[in-house]
């Protein structure tokens, strides 16, 4: 399904941009990627890499960190959006699940939950039901509605960030180093809830992840980055079974990490200078 999709516009692109910080600082350098419909794309690199920068720019975070995209373009449905406010973009159905959860540690859990749907206005009946289907995909948040955000689990304020973004009712959400500072056995819980929402729910994914073991496990198509740039890209299983993916980011390999950069066959192919 997803390989036909493949031939299918995309449902998020962005094309070329570049991002400056405070007027000097080139962070982004033409970076491209596209993310299908339906479809759970990684994106992979080290700390540093431009992961982060690339998904608020796609959510028009940017401007609260003195960063600005100079150059490209970002369309979602084929309608560029890289001038609307984010909370406009929330209404077109992207999201941002920001690094490191972020929840209103004052607030309930449900209290978080339910601020995800302050831009809803189909009435509390549908708010409710969501709620429930949250609760559904993470019982755990049921049983700790009541309690202050602040003194739940670094796994469960994980899991509260992603339901509030989903009682938005996004059709795409950038999710945003969602292993960082969880435990193998939670990290492999976020992620396979976040492939039955995928798959149960229609919900696209955008990931920037450092864990690349796990994202490519559960991705179906990646991109990595270095110092800014897509050095590479393909489906998540052939990117999986890379053998210098295997030595740069999967610890396969006795020789030490290298960079991309220094391996003349994968550096940036011609399209991403398009």
Same mark, same amino acid.
Do not use: C, H, M
């Given at each position: 399904m997803l390989d036909a999709a493949k031939t299918e516009t995309p449902l998020l692109e962005v094309n070329n941009i570049e991002v400056i910080y405070n007027h000097v600082i080139l962070v982004l350098k033409g970076v491209s990627l596209s993310v299908q419909e339906g479809g759970i794309t990684a994106l992979l690199g080290g700390n540093g890499a431009g992961k982060t920068t690339t998904l608020k720019a796609i959510s028009n975070l940017l401007k609260s960190e003195r960063g600005d995209v100079t150059k490209g373009s970002i369309s979602y449905r084929g309608t560029d959006v890289q001038n609307l406010d984010p909370a406009a973009l929330v209404k077109r159905g992207v999201i941002q699940v920001m690094e490191g959860r972020h929840c209103f540690e004052h607030l309930t859990v449900e209290e978080n939950l339910l601020t995800g749907a302050y831009t809803r !206005? *189909?009435?509390?009946?549908?708010? #409710?039901? *969501? %709620?429930? %289907?949250?609760? #559904?995909?993470?019982? !755990? %948040?049921?049983? !700790? !509605?009541?309690?202050?955000?602040?003194?739940?689990?670094g796994g469960e304020q994980q899991m509260c960030a992603i339901g509030r973004a989903l009682m938005s009712r996004p059709e795409t959400i950038l999710l945003d180093e969602p292993s960082m500072g969880l435990a193998p056995q939670l990290v492999e819980e976020i992620f396979g809830i976040v492939k039955n929402l995928n798959e149960q729910e229609g919900v696209s994914f955008l990931l920037a992840e450092q864990n690349t073991n796990v994202a490519l496990r559960f991705a179906h198509y990646g991109y990595i980055l270095e110092s800014g740039r897509v050095v590479m890209d393909g489906p998540a299983d052939e990117l999986r079974e890379n053998p210098d993916v295997k030595e740069f980011y999967l610890g396969m390999s006795d020789e030490g990490r290298k960079s991309f950069r220094d391996v003349r066959s994968y550096r940036r192919r011609k399209r991403w200078l398009s």
């Open positions: !206005r *189909d009435g509390g009946t549908k708010i #409710n039901d *969501d %709620l429930e %289907l949250v609760y #559904n995909y993470f019982p !755990r %948040l049921k049983d !700790r !509605r009541k309690s202050q955000a602040g003194y739940t689990s």
